[in-house]
């Protein structure tokens, strides 16, 4: 993945638990004092082993690290860093889940290596959708659910967000339901 990705793990952890505890991070990572760069592609097994040694180190589960950071990434990194492209999704939260499946494409025009994920999306009421997610990479599920929750937060709803079926049970896919009043 983008080493926009690691970076922003970088700054959650370091903004929640200061910069010793990255350092440690990285070190059980194997990869003492490594600088991500954004516009470069890692690869994903870095990703994941951040996730990892960052759940033994802070002593959460992988789940939540990945639900925080999924929540981080939309309401610190998109919104500092990506503020127009964000904005350009949608003016509520309906609209933005509405144009979800052609977001990346945008997003690929700045990360031509991109490999993002794929989602269909079903209108069951006003406030209630089906998000239908697809993705070429294991075990995400909570960092979709934590973007989602920090959606609803960006657009100032509170929203509840289950997963409905996932490829842990057998599918091809994650399937989200979120609503809000
Ligand atoms: C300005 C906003 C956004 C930017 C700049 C962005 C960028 C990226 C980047 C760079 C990756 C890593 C993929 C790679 O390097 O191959 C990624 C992955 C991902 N993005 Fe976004 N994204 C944005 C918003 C969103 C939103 C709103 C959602 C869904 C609610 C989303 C869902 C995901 C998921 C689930 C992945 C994991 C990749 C996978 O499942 O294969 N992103 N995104």
């Not at 010793?20 to 990572?29: H, N, R, T």
Request: proline residues 4%; glycine residues 8%; aromatic residues 12%.
């Amino acid at each position: 993945m983008y080493g926009i990705i690691n970076a922003s793990i970088e700054e959650l952890v370091i903004n929640q638990f200061g910069k010793p505890v990255w350092e440690e991070i990285l070190l059980k990572s194997g990869l003492p004092k490594k600088i991500f760069l954004s516009n470069e592609a890692y690869d994903d097994a870095i990703t994941y082993q951040l996730a990892t040694s960052t759940a033994e180190v802070v002593g959460i589960t992988i789940g939540d690290v990945l639900l925080e950071f999924g929540k981080w990434w939309i309401l610190h990194t998109c919104q500092h860093r990506y503020g127009s492209m964000l904005k350009t999704g949608g003016t509520d939260l309906a609209e933005f889940l509405i144009g979800l499946p052609s977001f990346h494409n945008r997003v690929q025009l700045m990360y031509p290596k991109l490999s993002p994920p794929e989602f269909k999306v079903d209108k069951l009421a006003d406030k209630q959708f089906r998000v239908h997610y697809f993705s070429k990479r294991p075990a995400l599920q909570e960092f979709m659910r934590g973007l989602l929750l920090g959606l609803a937060t960006y657009f100032k709803v509170d929203a509840t967000v289950d997963l409905i079926q996932s490829r842990e049970q057998g599918f091809d896919n994650e399937i989200f339901e979120i609503s809000w009043n």
